[in-house]
């Protein structure tokens, strides 16, 4: 089974529904089985990429900062 990090923005519409969107689309023409764990993110001065943050097969952003983790696919 894959295991699936899906990182969103949660402190606005667009970054809950893009989540919600990649979720369906990712089921639906890539794993139906796929187990998904969500961390909602929220803007701050620091880097928001805690450590061991990236943990899935998968590891996903949406609506959110752009990391260069060669781990995010």
């Known amino acids: 089974m894959t ?4 990182c ?10 893009s989540a ?5 689309f990712y089921r639906e023409r890539f794993d139906v089985a796929a187990d998904f764990h969500f961390s909602g993110m ?6 928001p990429w805690e450590p061991g943050l990236f943990d899935g ?3 996903v952003i949406v609506d959110f ?3 260069n983790s060669p ?3």
Request: proline content about 3%.
């Open 42 to 47: 929220t803007h701050r001065a620091v880097p």
């Open 3 to 6: 295991r699936v990090r899906l």
């Open 20 to 24: 919600a969107l990649f979720y369906r």
């Open 8 to 17: 969103f923005h949660d402190r606005c519409f667009d970054g809950t529904a």
């Open 65 to 67: 900062k752009y990391s």
């Open 71 to 73: 781990k995010v696919t």
């Open 57 to 59: 097969d998968e590891n």
